[in-house]
T-cell receptor, first 111, second 112 residues
Framework: TQLLEQSPQFLSIQEGENLTVYCNSSSVFSSLQWYRQEPGEGPVLLVTVVTGGEVKKLKRLTFQFGDARKDSSLHITAAQTGDTGLYLCAGALSRDDKIIFGKGTRLHILP | NAGVTQTPKFRILKIGQSMTLQCTQDMNHNYMYWYRQDPGMGLKLIYYSVGAGITDKGEVPNGYNVSRSTTEDFPLRLELAAPSQTSVYFC???????????FGDGTRLSIL
């Protein structure tokens, strides 16, 4: 079974704190995408990582693709209430032409 | 830019009724997708299309049908609505198969 497991499932922290969420699999991905989804809206792409070990930064968000391209992490520095949302990772499996989504991490930043 | 537009936003159906969820995109994307999102279950692919006239099954196609007569439109048809089809449905499009997907705002469907 090709699964993308995201952890933690839920996270509630105070504004200003740092956090890391994870996306793990036993499968190798040709690329991996992170999306953020707010209530009542569709997911919006944050970043795509392609190369093993790649690190991308988007303001206070840092994304890393594992060296073996099986896992990824999202680190948020000094979280803000606007970071609240559902964070989804999606991996592209080139060998069978599939994209699979994780179940997401629901993040709540408290003021 | 309109992007991906889904209609309706909300709908309540009775068991056994049928309906079509509409999806249109104005980005000239070749690839289009239909997902359902159940609480705590992430996104599951129902059907996808790689271009006009071509459709293929995703992970959970049973109970649904699609067509792709134009590049812009990708409607999803429910023929005999069942309570298990209560969900939020998202349409998405992308330039290529593994390119970033652009999502609509979803259709919240309840089958009673």
């Amino acid at each position: 079974t090709q699964l993308l497991e995201q952890s933690p499932q839920f996270l509630s922290i105070q504004e200003g704190e740092n956090l890391t969420v994870y996306c793990n699999s036993s499968s190798v991905f040709s690329s991996l995408q992170w999306y953020r989804q707010e209530p009542g809206e569709g997911p919006v792409l944050l970043v795509t990582v392609v190369t093993g070990g790649e690190v991308k930064k988007l303001k206070r968000l840092t994304f890393q693709f594992g060296d073996a391209r099986k896992d990824s992490s999202l680190h948020i520095t000094a979280a803000q209430t606007g970071d609240t949302g559902l964070y989804l990772c999606a991996g592209a499996l080139s060998r069978d032409d599939k994209i699979i989504f994780g179940k997401g991490t629901r993040l709540h930043i408290l003021p | 830019n309109a992007g991906v537009t889904q209609t309706p936003k909300f709908r309540i159906l009775k068991i056994g009724q049928s309906m079509t969820l509409q999806c249109t995109q104005d980005m000239n994307h070749n690839y289009m997708y239909w997902y359902r999102q159940d609480p705590g279950m992430g996104l599951k692919l129902i059907y996808y299309s790689v271009g006009a006239g071509i459709t293929d099954k995703g992970e959970v196609p049973n109970g649904y049908n699609v067509s792709r007569s134009t590049t812009e439109d990708f409607p999803l048809r429910l023929e005999l609505a069942a309570p298990s089809q209560t969900s939020v449905y998202f349409c998405a499009s992308s330039y290529g198969r593994f390119q970033p997907q652009h999502f609509g705002d979803g259709t919240r469907l309840s089958i009673l």
